[in-house]
């Protein structure tokens, strides 16, 4: 069929000539999906604010040879908390470019879909919930982390962290490091095998398993102390940086607020 409906999460927008958009769409029958939306930057377009990044839309789309069009485009959700805070506004973009780089075009994956869904509905309601009686379900950082390991469990790429993985063995006593190159935990009589590969303790080895299965809604039951969130973080980006073999440049200006707003890591 030429024509076909989608609900899509918009990952990125881009300006195309003098008043289209193109947009990277995340969908939940198609996966990753670009499209062309035609006028939307007039301000007299009925789709100008159901193409905005961040949001879910329902969107009828016409089947092109080379980019799909936008033909319909009705807001499902806007988000608005993600837009009204800057530190929000920049995890959430965060998030999409990673979604956007992890995944192949055309791919269905809808429990990467609703992980996102979930994720950008928790910052949106974080500073409410940090506010309330559930210390910790309002931590951003957090909610951040438990996207990127489940991404990348999603993905394929979930690392070795039961056994040493390059011998096999299991992680008794003695210092243990992290090769994002080998993909897992080295034990102290193999860590010769990358000599790059930092230090993990091993309470962060065990947040990360814990994050792979805790549901989301469930965070507040996590506390993590500042060197255990210090080098979870550290890890898990330098080994998305080494699947991806480049820096996700969101990241660093997620980064660049926390050293302004130190106070805030805990969200």
């Known amino acids: 069929m030429s024509l076909y ?35 939307v930057r ?19 789309l016409y089947k092109g040879k080379n980019l799909d069009t936008v033909t319909q485009c009705d807001l499902l959700e806007g988000f608005p908390g993600l837009r009204n805070d800057l530190d929000l506004l920049a995890y959430a973009g965060y998030l999409a470019e990673l979604t956007d780089l992890m995944l192949p075009e055309r791919e269905r994956n809808e429990e990467i879909y609703v992980l996102l869904l979930t994720t950008f509905h928790l910052l949106a309601h974080s500073r409410a919930l940090s506010a309330s009686d559930s210390p910790g379900s309002g931590d951003i950082e957090l ?94 980006h330098c080994y998305i940086e080494n699947i991806l073999e480049r820096r996700v440049k969101t990241m660093d200006f997620v980064k660049g607020l926390k050293r302004l707003t130190p106070t805030d890591d805990a969200g």
Not at 24 to 37: D, N, S, Y
Not at 51 to 56: E, G, I, K, L
Not at 197 to 209: E, F, S
């Open 5 to 39: 409906r989608v609900e899509a999460i918009i990952l990125k927008a881009r300006n195309f000539g003098e008043a289209d958009k193109i947009l990277t769409l995340f969908t939940r029958e198609h996966g990753k999906v670009e499209a062309v939306a035609r006028g």
């Open 42 to 60: 007039k301000i007299k377009s009925k789709n100008r604010g159901s193409v905005q990044p961040f949001s879910r839309s329902s969107i009828m």
């Open 143 to 236: 909610i951040a982390r438990q996207f990127e390991v489940r991404l990348l469990s999603l993905t394929g790429y979930q690392p070795q962290l039961e056994n040493c993985v390059f011998c096999n063995n299991a992680l008794h006593e003695g210092e243990l490091r992290f090769s994002p190159g080998l993909g897992g935990i080295l034990c102290s009589g193999c860590k010769s095998n990358d000599l790059q590969a930092p230090l993990i303790g091993r309470g962060t080895i065990a947040i990360w398993k814990y994050l792979t299965k805790i549901n989301l809604r469930n965070l507040n039951r996590l506390r993590l102390g500042a060197q255990e969130r210090a080098q979870l973080e550290a890890i898990i």
